[in-house]
Structure formats: structure tokens, C-alpha cells
């Protein structure tokens, strides 16, 4: 019986690290490297975040800038921010409909099996794409750069604020689309329900037009969306090199968001895990 008594808190000792902040962090780095490393065997997952801005940028810069600002470089200013937030934005939603394949291959079912924090998969996922959003954000502003938007590169400081301004903030959308991911039957599903909510979130803003010019309803809507308090932050900081409070306002939705869904998402995740 001694035995037994003096056995139990040095197994419970033993155990306790297992489940510690530490150790969680560190698996939810290697699920993060797992997710990279999908990335390097299957190149075109990311398709959407290298050739979407480009092609997105020159098209758009050459069928409105003329109509719009007079000539394609002055029409920049206006037009890369809104491309970088739609472009990261939409970036987002990859986050539920890979956890929804996972889920739907068995791979989930793997992780449950093996002596990890069962939150460590979900958190490596979201991890993972945070690398996505850079890899879009520093394309937009190349191609930017490239086509004559000078701001860019006189100003890197305040483009780099920028970029991680709307890399903070997609992160924190992800977390809704992670909780679609969770819940959705396919990943198709997934797909379709969260273009469904960002197509208007992002053409019904100021992305690509000043809201002055739309009919009163629109104008509206578009005034009070956090897309467009997000492409106005942008556009300060890289134009004006400035802090407004766009900056902040977006900064307190991303934390609302976080708040919100991260619970709901974990608590999802921790059924199904």
C-alpha cells in the first residue's frame, strides 16, 4: 500500500507537463511545420495568394484606372489597399475548409490517437496560414512597387505596420471560418457559405471606390463595414503615413472577433477532437 501512496503524485508530476503551456505551444508549432509542409508537396494551394493579386492588381489597375483616377498610377493609392485586405481576407477562408478535410480524411481521428494537447492541431492550423497572409500581403505591395506605387517603398516602415495590420486581422476572421469548418458537413460547404459572406463585405466597400460616389443605400452600407475601416487604415498608413482611428477601430473589431469565436471554435473543435 506504501508503494502504491508514494507512486501516485510522481506519476501525476510526470504527467503534468504533458498537458503544460509549453509543451502545448511546442506541438502547436509542429502542427504548424505539418501544414507548411502540405503547402511545399502541393504548391497550388497557393495559388490564391500569388497569382490572385497579381492578376487581380494589373487587371483592375488597367480596365478602371483611367475611368476612375485618370491614369493607372494615381489610381494605386486607392486601388492596392483594397486589393491587399480583399486578397488576405478571402485568403482566410482556406483555414475551414482545410480543418473540414481533415476532419473529413480521418485525420483528426489520427491526432486523437497520438499524447498531444488535442487543441494543438486547430492551433497549428491557424498558425500555418499566418504564413499565407504574409506571403499575399508582401506580393500585393511588390506588384504595387512595381507598377509605380512609390508610397510603398519610401515609406517601408509604415507598409510594413500596414501589412501586419491586415495580417493581424485576417487571422482573426480565420477563427470564423475555422468555427465553419467545425460545423459544415463538406468543405464545399464551407466554401460556398463564407464567399457568400465576404463577396458583399468586400465589393460593397471603399476598395475600389471612394463611398461618395455610390447611391445613398450602398453608400451607407459601405461606410459602416469593417472592410472598408480596415482599407482606409491601410490607405493612411502607407499614403499619409498616419494613425487614425480606422487603425484602432479595426483593431478592437479583430479583438471582438477573436473573443467571440475563438471559444466557440475551440469548444466545436473539442467535441469533434
Do not use: C
Amino acid at each position: 500500500m506504501t508503494a502504491v501512496a508514494s507512486t501516485g503524485p510522481a506519476t501525476s508530476a510526470v504527467a503534468q507537463p504533458r498537458n503544460g503551456i509549453t509543451r502545448t505551444v511546442s506541438q502547436s508549432l509542429t502542427m504548424a511545420y505539418r501544414g507548411l509542409l502540405k503547402v511545399r508537396r502541393t504548391p497550388e494551394q497557393l495559388f490564391d495568394v500569388t497569382l490572385q493579386p497579381i492578376i487581380f492588381t494589373v487587371m483592375f489597375a488597367y480596365i478602371f484606372g483611367g475611368a476612375i483616377a485618370g491614369d493607372v498610377t494615381k489610381y494605386l493609392p486607392t486601388l492596392i489597399p483594397g486589393i491587399l485586405v480583399q486578397t488576405v481576407i478571402t485568403g482566410s477562408v482556406v483555414t475551414g475548409v482545410q480543418l473540414r478535410e481533415d476532419m473529413d480524411k480521418g485525420v483528426f481521428d489520427r491526432f486523437r490517437s497520438l499524447p498531444i494537447a488535442r487543441i494543438a492541431p486547430l492551433a497549428g492550423a491557424l498558425l500555418a496560414d499566418t504564413v499565407r497572409y504574409a506571403i499575399a500581403t508582401t506580393i500585393t505591395f511588390v506588384v504595387g512597387a512595381i507598377m509605380g506605387y512609390h508610397q510603398i517603398v519610401d515609406h517601408i516602415g509604415w507598409t510594413v505596420l500596414a501589412g501586419l495590420l491586415v495580417i493581424v486581422v485576417a487571422w482573426s476572421i480565420s477563427w470564423i471560418f475555422a468555427l465553419f469548418g467545425m460545423l459544415a458537413r463538406t468543405a464545399g460547404s464551407v466554401q460556398g457559405i463564407s464567399f457568400l459572406v465576404l463577396f458583399p463585405l468586400t465589393f460593397l466597400s471603399n476598395a475600389f471606390v471612394q463611398t461618395t460616389t455610390l447611391p445613398e443605400p450602398l453608400k451607407t452600407f459601405a461606410e459602416i463595414n469593417p472592410v472598408s475601416h480596415l482599407i482606409t487604415a491601410v490607405r493612411t498608413m502607407v499614403n499619409d503615413q498616419q494613425v487614425t482611428g480606422d487603425v484602432w477601430l479595426t483593431l478592437l473589431g479583430a479583438a471582438v472577433v477573436v473573443a467571440v469565436f475563438a471559444p466557440l471554435t475551440v469548444r466545436a473543435y473539442m467535441r469533434k477532437a
